[in-house]
């Protein structure tokens, strides 16, 4: 009998591997406030971004055009208000927050 053998487990995974998306709840609360402004004829496509540093939801009035809006997702935000942000077509924030749905319930978008 050969008492060397050893059982080993590979648990090198990366346990700090951040996810770079929305969270289901998140994506959740962006698409019902979607599905709203669709059926009210104000939006009419969206479009996603994702990078290591932010995700993105960009939505837009016809797709031949740049997006209205976009909400965005920092992932390692400077402080917590920033964690939220929703920008116009030029990158410029409108509003931000560290709550995503105070944020979208707080915004008249027809007046932006």
């Keep these: ?12 995974i990366k346990k700090s591997e951040d996810k770079y ?4 709840n998140e994506l959740q609360i962006i698409l019902d406030l979607y599905a709203k402004m669709v059926s009210e004829g104000s939006w009419r496509d969206y479009g996603l971004s994702i990078s290591s540093k932010q995700v993105g ?4 009035k016809n797709t031949t055009e740049n997006a209205l809006y976009k909400i ?20 410029k924030i409108i ?12 915004i008249d978008w027809k007046k932006l």
């Design 1 to 12: 009998m050969n008492n060397n053998l050893r059982l080993i487990i590979n648990n090198s």
């Design 57 to 60: 939801f960009s939505v837009f």
């Design 21 to 24: 998306f929305f969270e289901k």
């Design 72 to 91: 965005c997702k920092n992932f390692k935000p400077k402080n917590k208000n920033l964690k939220y942000l929703i920008t116009d077509t030029n990158g």
């Design 95 to 106: 509003k931000n927050s560290f709550d995503l749905e105070n944020l979208l319930k707080n």
